[in-house]
């Protein structure tokens, strides 16, 4: 359980205090996300479905906008996720789509995970797969930037955004240096900056 794997690392206690730890640090999260209207795109996908089902066990009220999920059978289908959440099923490159999903929902947190994650298809498809990293998080942003509502956002990446130094493992201290297209939903990091900076929107990195 997510419990048990947080107790990890936690050194100089007994089993009762790392429980007790362990109840505190979950009460916390709960207590945040009861109730908070929250947001994943890329929810059909494997993470984002395990991200929804996580939110929903803390209370938060979700809603996820994605394409069909992009296997049969998948995670989505199966976990039930469908009567849990309000599921939008549409593209990030349709902006006009996008901003309907924002307008009804009106989310006050936003994940966003959707993305063409696969390194072979980026170079089969270069075209569709910045169109869809890059200007995808571009309608994302903008989407929260109009938004009345949203209060943070986290922008979720790929490890493939680190410098790949085949003599050392690969470290999150690692530079950002981009090693192939995929690596394209990054590049609008300082764009997400200017975006927190200016607009006051809080915005995360993953």
């Keep these: 359980s997510p419990e048990k794997r947080i107790m990890i690392g936690i050194t100089g206690e007994s089993a009762s205090g790392k429980s007790t730890i362990c109840k ?11 109730n908070k209207k929250v947001l994943v795109t890329g929810h059909t996908g494997f993470k984002g479905s395990w991200l929804c089902k996580m939110l929903v066990k803390q ?23 469908d009567d849990e959440i309000t599921s939008y099923i549409g593209d990030i490159r349709d ?64 490890d493939k955004v680190y410098y790949n130094d085949e003599r050392k493992s690969l470290m999150r201290i690692c530079s950002m240096s981009p090693q192939n297209i995929v690596d394209s939903k990054p590049a609008f990091n300082n764009d997400g900056s200017f975006v927190d900076g200016f607009y006051g929107i809080d915005i995360s990195y993953s």
């Excluded at 938060?60 to 039930?80: D, F, K, Q, R, W």
């Design 59 to 81: 209370g938060a009220i979700v809603a996820g906008y994605s394409l069909e999920a992009p296997t049969n059978p998948n995670l989505y289908e199966m976990s039930g996720l």
């Design 24 to 34: 505190a640090i979950s009460d916390v999260i709960k207590s945040f996300y009861n």
């Design 95 to 158: 902006y006009d789509h996008l901003k309907q999903c924002f307008d009804e929902f009106k989310p006050e947190i936003v994940f966003h995970l959707a993305a063409q994650p696969i390194v072979k298809d980026s170079y089969l498809d270069p075209k569709y797969t910045y169109e869809t990293n890059v200007l995808g998080t571009v309608n994302v942003l903008e989407c929260i930037r109009v938004s009345n509502t949203v209060k943070s956002v986290l922008n979720v990446t790929t």
